[in-house]
């Protein structure tokens, strides 16, 4: 089935310094790629949609300029937490979804990356 | 857009017991219904799924029900097991449009043995 491949899968960074966390595609070509932020026994926060090659979109209250996100090819997807501060600490997950199959087998997680600001 | 409900937040149940987790959607063109089950610190895994056409799913000790009309379908298990402890999450998507899913807003799942 499809793979999605997420790195690091656990992350420790000083605060000011940018982070990037890699979401890739194994066996199939991701054109969207979801990112959600999740805290402890919560749900998964939509942060933003990204479409390869164009911009990504971003939710509500999500800063794009500090979450910036970048999906340049179609089994790369990039979430960069740029200036990192204590409150990003949390863990962050991608899914993409796989054109042209049902929707059971063509949503797929990556394996998350907990960040963890000091 | 879309708004997924999922009640209640945390559920304690001894262990043998059933667990019932309620979720409610907004758009009627929502048709496909996964229901996932997280661990601490791992990605959600696909448990079971059910599309509207359908109005119960049985898979082993798991069951979801769907109520169209209402909007709204629920998660069931039976003789609950202490590794059945998780969150779960429902969520809701229009089939072959490429949307995004909308999830719910997760239970925490206790099984006490």
């Known amino acids: 089935g499809a793979v999605v491949s997420q790195h690091p899968s656990r992350v420790i960074c000083k605060s000011g310094t940018s982070v990037k966390i890699e979401c890739r595609s194994l066996?199939?070509?991701?054109?969207?790629m979801f990112w959600y932020r999740q805290f402890p026994k919560q749900s998964l926060m939509l942060m933003a949609t990204?479409?390869?090659?164009?911009?990504?979109?971003?939710e509500q209250g999500v800063e794009k300029d500090k979450f910036l996100i970048n999906h340049a090819s179609l089994t790369l997807s990039t979430l960069t937490v740029t200036s990192a501060h204590p409150e990003d600490s949390s863990f962050y997950i991608c899914?993409?979804?796989?054109?042209?199959?049902?929707?059971?087998?063509?949503?797929?997680f990556g394996s998350g990356t907990r960040l963890t600001v000091v | 857009g879309e708004n997924v409900e999922q009640h209640p937040s945390t559920l304690s149940v001894q262990e043998g017991d059933s667990a019932v987790i309620k979720c409610t959607y907004s758009?009627?063109?929502?048709?496909?219904f996964p229901w996932y089950k997280q661990e601490l610190g791992k990605r959600p895994q696909l448990i079971i799924d059910?599309?509207?056409?359908?109005g119960e799913k049985k898979d082993q000790r798991i069951a979801v029900t769907l109520n169209k009309t209402a909007k709204h379908f629920s998660l069931h298990i039976t003789e609950t097991q202490p590794e059945d402890s998780a969150v779960y999450f429902c969520?809701?998507?229009?089939?072959?449009?490429?949307?995004?899913?909308?999830f719910g807003t997760g239970t925490s799942l206790t099984v006490i043995p």
């Open positions: 066996d199939f070509q991701a054109t969207t």
């Open positions: 059910i599309r509207s056409n359908v």
């Open positions: 990204s479409n390869e090659g164009s911009k990504a979109t971003y």
């Open positions: 899914s993409a979804r796989v054109q042209g199959a049902p929707a059971r087998y063509g949503y797929t």
């Open positions: 969520a809701a998507t229009a089939e072959n449009t490429g949307n995004q899913f909308y």
């Open positions: 758009d009627s063109a929502s048709n496909y």
